[in-house]
Every structure is written in structure tokens, then in C-alpha cells.
């Protein structure tokens, strides 16, 4: 069964410092990850996602996540940290089969102090 | 524009009532999904449907129901079943409904149960 793990519920970082939000996955098979991104009251924009090619993904507003298979991690950086990026982050592996469904982390909520 | 529109964005209702709420897409998708969002949760996958006459359960199904009568809609029904139905709502839709679709989001809408 295809699980993933956000391992930080909230990270604070201030304006210009980098950024990492971490997540580990678990997949029976080569999976398809992304990265959402939340504001408050609105729906999910998709930063990122990685299907196979290449390992390091980019993504928009200077965001990018690297693969790493034996490490079965995706994590997101940005090498510093703007104000409007404070939101909540998921990291979200698609569950399998030839269906799209997608199984949520929890969510980390990212804050930015100026 | 294209995306994808829910209405209403605040709904509040009364124990017992049944309430439906509306999802349309403009993208020309064939996949239409219907997630729910609680505090420190994630999201969870209430029900879903790759082609029109047709969806399946998700991971929560329990006291809502669904229908797919056009490509463009997807209405959720919450029904007095649903024992704690006050959440944050998120409709999404992707091309095909295969495992490395982009899923896009709309608004959501936030029912409270008085």
C-alpha cells in the first residue's frame, strides 16, 4: 500500500532563509509524487510533481523537490524564503493501478517571520 | 477562464437536513473527485469518477452520495447520515484519471453544521 509522511507539522523560517519541508514515502512501485501548496480558505495549487523522469523536479515560485529512491524521501526546498509563501504544504503520492487517486500527508504549515 | 467552480463557498445547514454541493469544470476533464479537508487531517477521498454514469467509493464514502449526469458536474450530496459532516470540501478534476494525471483544484467550500 502506497503511504507518505510529512515529518514536520510546522516549520518557521525567516524571510531569506532557505527552506526545506520534508517527506518520506512508502510505494510497492515506482510512484508519482507532488507538492501542493494551500493558502487559507482556498483550494490546492500543485507546485511540483515527479513521474519517473528526472529526479530533481522543479517547480513554480523558485520551489523544487529531488527524489531519492533509496531514501525513500521527497522533500521541497527553496533557497530563501519570500513572505507569500507561508501557507500550508502537502506532499501527496498517487495511489496505484491506473487509477489517479491521490493519498494526502497531513500537511505542514510553513510561517515566515520578516 | 478555464478551472473549476464550487458554489456555494460558505453553507451552513441544520442536524438532519441533506445538503448538495455544487462542483462544475470547464477543462474538458473526464476525471472529477470529491475530497474532504478536517484540521491536521490532510485529505481524504470522499468519492470519484473517471467517466460520466459512473463513480466509485473513496476511502470515506459513509453518509454522502454523488452523481455524474454531465462531464462537467459533479454534485455531492451530504446527507443526514454523515455524522459529523462540518468540513472543508475540495473538488478536484484531472484529464484522465491516470496515476500521473496533475489533479486541479477548485475553492471549496466549507459546510457547518449547526
Known amino acids: 500500500a502506497q503511504s507518505v509522511t510529512q515529518l514536520d507539522s510546522h516549520v518557521s523560517v525567516s524571510e531569506g532563509t532557505p527552506v526545506l519541508l520534508r517527506c518520506n514515502y512508502s510505494s510497492s512501485y515506482s510512484p508519482s509524487l507532488f507538492w501542493y501548496v494551500q493558502h487559507p480558505n482556498k483550494g490546492l495549487q500543485l507546485l511540483l510533481k515527479?513521474?519517473?523522469?528526472?529526479?530533481l523536479v522543479k517547480g513554480i515560485n523558485g520551489f523544487e523537490a529531488e527524489f531519492k529512491k533509496s531514501e525513500t524521501s521527497f522533500h521541497l526546498t527553496k533557497p530563501s524564503a519570500h513572505m507569500s509563501d507561508a501557507a500550508e504544504y502537502f506532499c501527496v503520492v498517487s495511489s496505484g493501478g491506473s487509477q489517479g487517486n491521490l493519498i494526502f500527508g497531513k500537511g505542514t504549515k510553513l510561517s515566515v517571520k520578516p | 477562464d478555464g478551472g473549476i467552480t464550487q458554489s456555494p463557498k460558505y453553507l451552513f445547514r441544520k442536524e438532519g437536513q441533506n445538503v448538495t454541493l455544487s462542483c462544475e469544470q470547464n477543462l474538458n476533464h473526464d476525471a472529477m473527485y470529491w475530497y474532504r479537508q478536517d484540521p491536521g487531517q490532510g485529505l481524504r477521498l470522499i468519492y470519484y469518477?473517471?467517466?460520466?454514469?459512473?463513480?466509485q467509493k473513496g476511502d470515506i464514502a459513509e453518509g454522502y452520495s454523488v452523481s455524474r449526469e454531465k462531464k462537467e458536474s459533479f454534485p455531492l450530496t451530504v446527507t443526514s447520515a454523515q455524522k459529523n459532516p462540518t468540513a472543508f470540501y475540495l473538488c478536484a478534476s484531472s484529464i484522465e484519471g491516470g496515476r500521473t494525471d496533475t489533479q486541479y483544484f477548485g475553492p471549496g467550500t466549507r459546510l457547518t453544521v449547526l
Open positions: 469518477s473517471q467517466i460520466v454514469n459512473d463513480f
Open positions: 515527479y513521474t519517473s523522469a528526472a529526479t
